[in-house]
């Protein structure tokens, strides 16, 4: 389970990462699923926490209350297509 005191970081350069996440999210698989699919935005801001190795509650202190499930899922997603690690 993903816990507010884990690290992000990223797995390989920003460069890479963004090229990755641009690459699944044209993927047939993928592009069904865009109403829960993170924004540019979100993208940004869990990248930016990842490159700086804050924790998962770090990310999300600044995000709206009612967008922070959004955000959980999003960090989460960006985990299982291996563009952001956590750090236990």
Not at 10 to 27: I, K
Not at 51 to 77: G, M
Request: charged share 20%.
């Amino acid at each position: 389970a993903l816990k507010p005191s884990m690290s992000l970081v990223l797995a390989g350069t920003p460069n890479a990462a963004t090229g990755r996440l641009l690459r699944f999210r044209e993927l047939r698989m993928v592009n069904y699923s865009q109403v829960v699919l993170p924004n540019d935005h979100e993208i940004d801001t869990i990248l930016q926490a990842a490159s700086a190795k804050q924790t998962v509650a770090q990310c999300l202190e600044n995000v709206d209350p009612e967008a922070r499930i959004h955000f959980y899922r999003s960090i989460l997603w960006m985990l299982k297509l291996g563009v952001i690690r956590v750090l236990w």
